[in-house]
Structure formats: structure tokens, C-alpha cells
């Protein structure tokens, strides 16, 4: 094992776990902390900087962060940190006068962007306070994108999707709303410097099956669906209805339904329940709502009698794995299932669709129909035109689509300065000790037994009877509070300098999870078992010293450390130190 140079950012990608597992790189602790001061505009800005939409992401991330959270390490579930991003969005003050101002005298340069969603917005919010005109184009009348056509408004309330995108509109942005963009050329025509396409994957992906064609008119395209839904177009559905698959989409259909007059809502996958690609929190609120999922049930047709759909067969089968371990579905040997719908819903997937983009405008396309795009630099075969969200990489999520437009938005910047794109700034960083006396911390370093606390919900009845009735209540500020205490500071470091080390052991002595030792070095797979408490996660690295003059090195498990302080305060010699790492995304700046 080498040891690990602490002065070396890289280091800390991998040892600040919950600061980095989100694309966009939000200081997690920073806000958490500032939440648990009650300074909620404060951790609402901290959380802008980087994830431009808290308040919509308090509400509807998919929580890519709360895997990596050290609190799940020690018991089952982690902070609530896509929660607590909500508190902080609903309980700030008017932000409006912290928001980025825009230069009297502008650059001179004009960039289009197509698709109204996470991804574009996310480029205007880095362009427009750097003096680019900025025109931003979408074919229905508000902007938002997917977060407004797919999130039902009883997860999203349209007032807070609106407030947080017209924080970006109110940049000065051209908005083009109403405006179909038929033609990539008749865009690149108008001399814009750049364009970037953020059009999402607006294509649901359909089921060819005997009696589609048939049941036409009661079978639907999930997103699609719930745009008309989002746009109230739609504003019923039948008593029975079907929903197939069993993603997110899926989830949001099956519920919608429910409060537009489905009775009776089965959610039908073909895959076993475990496998559902759903998050778990999204399935367990269908089934809150008394909406049974079917597992390992394919589908095999649509059954219509005179005109009207009846319902559809599907057919049992069970799960089976070869010797390499890949999963097939093999049948059960059961009789066809029928199951009455008046009807269906198709949530199976999304497709990318850019009949638009002609083969002249020189923007190339892989055999499936996706562009060619670089995955750093979000540039297509055209150097003009640029891709983010899911239009550039496939389906993904929110907060993966905004860390696409800051990316894209270093890119256009660069591109549009003459520079290379591959001479990116680097993101902001540095470490500061948190000693303010022998034996006191600037930060709080209580570690508390509370489990995660619940987030309430409206009334079930209430909730049903009123799409637009917001389900999630979100923590009072008093269990917000207590739930941003239950965050083990994974953003104040454990930093220690060996030459100041007298190898008294005291740090050893007294650390409560036993992560530090003192041993000779060695190969890791050997090391880890010679730890006080053997490292036994190999997906966490190691923090390992330089040799120490006994010949030994010091070796400390982050997996298991509380970042409790109590090695710093008992070192006689501040050999320990606890040291807060500060992260701050990389974003288009002059």
C-alpha cells in the first residue's frame, strides 16, 4: 500500500463519500450543517450552486447520493439528504437578491438551446451571468421539461417547478416557448455561436402485440400520457386499468390513476418483484395506495370484443440462471392469465427521437440512432453543437441532466473563447481546520442513535380524490433538524501528519469503532487483516501513513470512522487534526 498524500484532491474522491456520489457534486455536509443552524437560506444557496433545482430535487431525485452516506454503514438507512434539500427550499427566505446578476454589456455571443428541460436550463443558469444571449427554445408553454410532462404534480407542485425555472428565465433568457423545432439547419442558420440539445428522450417505447392496432384507443405511451395529464388534456381514465412496467414512469402512471378514476390499477412486470428498476420508495408509495404489482407475468395480448378492449393476456413464467449467472425468464408451466382493463398503460422504456437534426448539419448518429457525443466535453461531430440530459447518453435522471449542462456549459464557453475544450477549470477545493482550542471543534461532532426519521404523508382519502394535492408533507423544522444531526460529518477529514507522530497509540486507545492501527506495512489484502478491526470493505480505500520510525505506519478504516474528532483531541503532540474539505463544482467561469 502507498501512503496517501491528504494534500492531494484525488485523495479525497474517494474518502468524502457522500459529497461526490452526486453528479453534480453538492457539499452535502456544508447544507446539512447549515440546515441544522437554521440558516435554511444559507443551505438553500449551497444547494443551487450546484443542483439548480432544490426544491424540485427535494422532492423527486433518485438519491444517488444516499448509497454512498457513511450513515447506512451503521445502520440501515442513511441521511435524508435528498429530503433535506426540500426543508431547505421551503423554509428560505426570498433568494432573489443572491441570484448570479447579469452584465449590462454583453459578450456578443448568442447561443440556442433546444428543449426547455434540467439539462438546457442548467446551461443558461452558468451562460447568462457571463454576458452570453441566451434563446431557448421548447414546444410547450412553460419550461421545465420532463420535470413538468412526467413528474405528476402530487410528487411536484407546479408553484415550486415555477419558481425554480423562472430563477433561471428571469437571467434575461429569450424564451421561445409554443415552438417546435422542426429543422437543426434552420437553427444553425440564424448565426447562433452554439447550439445545445437538450430535448430529453421524448419517445415511449410501444408493444407490439396481437390487438394493439385493435385496443388503440385504450392503450397509451406512458410519458406521453402523462404530459397530457401534466397540460390537462387528459382528465380520466377507465375504472380498470393496467400499467406495464415497473420503472419509475410506471410508478407515476400507476398513481396518477388512481386519482383520475382507476378503481381497480394493477402494475404488471415481467421481471421479479426484486428486479423492479422502480426505486424503492417510489414502489413502496404505489403500493401505499393499494395499487398490487404482479410479478413474472408477460405479456402475450390485447383482448378486444366488438371494438372495445376486454383486457390481456399474459403469460407466468420464472427466473432461471445459467452457469455464468445471466437471468432468463423460462415459462412456468401455468395457465395464460387474463386480466380485465378498460385501459393499458405502456411505461417499458423511452427512446431518443431527432427526426429534426438532418444528416447535412454534419451531427453523426451511432447504429441506435444516438449522436455521437464526447463524454467530457458534451460536443457532437459538429463543433457547434453540443448534447446534455438524456438526448446525449440515454435516459438517466435530474440531477445527472444538470451536471450535464454545467459540463456543456464549460464546453460552449471554452469553444466560443477560441479555447481548447480540453483545457477545463478545475473545480474549487481546499482544506481548513476546524480547531478552535485544545479540545474544541467549530463543528458539531455528536454522534447521535436516532434512526431516520419518516416523512409524513397527506391523508390517503384526500391524497386520492386530488392529483394536484402534494402527498409528500416534508419535515417540520424540528425533525429536520434532528435528522441533519444524524449526518457524520464525511466533509471534516481525519488528517494526520506523520512527522509530528510520537506513536504513543492514545488515538488507538481511545477510538470508539477501533479504526486505527498502528502495524508494519504491507500488501492490502494482507493489512486488512491485520487491522485492530479487520477492513474487510475493499470498495473503501485505506488511509495509510508514511513509514513512522518504529518501521510501522499507521493505517485508519474510513469505513468505520464517525469523524468523532476524539483521535485529535487525545493526541498529545496534534499529530491528528480534523479538517473540512470544501468541494465547489466546476462551472463555465471568466
Known sequence: M??????????????????YACPAHTPVPEYIRLIAAGKYTEAYMVNWESNVFP?????????????????????????????????????KDDVKAYMPSIPSQMNGKRVALIGAGPASLTVARDLAPLGYEIHLYDEHEAGGGMMRSQIPSFRLPTEVLNEEVGYILDMGIHTHFKTYVSSLNEILEKGYDAVFVG???????????????????????????LASVAFEHTHKIGKKVIVLGGGNTAMDCCRTSRRLGGEQVK????????????????????????????????????????????????EKVMVEYDDSGKRKLVPAGEPDVFIEADDV????????????????????????????????????????????????????????????????????????????????????????????????WSYDNDVVNDQRFIVPLAEKK????????????????ATAVKEAHRCLNCDVQTVFEKDKCIECDACVDICPTSCITFTLNGEEEDLRSRLKAPAFNITQDLYVSDTLPTKRVMVKDEDVCLHCGLCAERCPTSAWDMQQYLYKVTKACH
Open 2 to 19: 502507498k501512503p496517501t498524500d491528504t494534500s492531494n484532491p484525488e485523495y479525497f474522491h474517494k474518502v468524502v463519500d457522500c459529497q
Open 267 to 314: 402494475v404488471v412486470v415481467r421481471s421479479p418483484f426484486s428486479e423492479m428498476k422502480a426505486s424503492p420508495w417510489e414502489i413502496e408509495d404505489a403500493m401505499h395506495e393499494d395499487i398490487p404489482i404482479l410479478e413474472n407475468h408477460v405479456p402475450k395480448s390485447f383482448v378486444v370484443e366488438d371494438g372495445s378492449l376486454k383486457g390481456m393476456f399474459f
Open 199 to 225: 430535448t430529453g428522450a421524448p419517445r415511449g417505447r410501444n408493444l407490439d402485440l396481437p390487438g394493439r392496432e385493435e385496443a388503440g384507443k385504450n392503450v397509451h405511451i406512458g410519458i406521453e400520457w
Open 345 to 440: 398503460l405502456v411505461a417499458i422504456g423511452q427512446q431518443n427521437s431527432f427526426p429534426w437534426i438532418e444528416k447535412e448539419t454534419g451531427v453523426n448518429f451511432d447504429e441506435w440512432g444516438m449522436p455521437f457525443v464526447d463524454r467530457a466535453t458534451h460536443q457532437s461531430s459538429n463543433q457547434k453543437v453540443f448534447f446534455g440530459g438524456d438526448s446525449a447518453f440515454g435516459p438517466k435522471n435530474v440531477i445527472t441532466a444538470v451536471a450535464h449542462g454545467h459540463q456543456a456549459a464549460i464546453s460552449i464557453d471554452l469553444y466560443c473563447q477560441g479555447t481548447a475544450l480540453t483545457e477545463r477549470p478545475a473545480p474549487f477545493t481546499n482544506l481548513v481546520s476546524k480547531k478552535m482550542g485544545i479540545h474544541e
Open 55 to 91: 426544491g424540485v430535487l427535494g422532492r423527486t431525485c433518485d438519491r444517488p447520493c444516499e448509497p454512498a452516506c457513511r450513515r447506512g454503514r451503521i445502520e440501515e438507512e442513511p441521511v435524508a439528504i435528498c429530503r433535506l434539500k426540500r426543508v431547505a427550499a421551503d423554509n
Open 462 to 477: 384526500a391524497a386520492l380524490s386530488d392529483r394536484k394535492l402534494e402527498v409528500e408533507l416534508g419535515f417540520d423544522i
